[in-house]
């Protein structure tokens, strides 16, 4: 289980049978997402569309696609 913090992040996205989620957590002016760090939001969805945000144990890799459009009113 993940615990967050204030001003924390989560990467979410779909996966063949659940959901993964990935705590982007805030150090000073970088974003970290497991032993990475970027500058910026942008550079890490840049670098996870890219490069496999998750690989499990028969070597199938996720990365990012798309956004999840925002709901009407949000």
């Not at 924390?8 to 805030?26: E, I, W």
């Not at 970290?32 to 910026?40: E, S, V």
């Not at 496999?52 to 999840?68: C, F, H, M, W």
């Amino acid at each position: 289980m993940l615990s967050f913090v204030l001003g924390d992040y989560s990467v979410s996205l779909k996966a063949p049978g659940r959901n993964k989620h990935f705590r982007v957590h805030v150090e000073g002016n970088m974003y970290c997402i497991g032993q990475r760090k970027f500058h910026t939001l942008d550079q890490l969805v840049d670098h996870y569309q890219r490069a496999p945000i998750y690989t499990n144990k028969q070597g199938e890799k996720l990365y990012l696609v798309r956004p999840l459009p925002k709901a009407n009113g949000t």
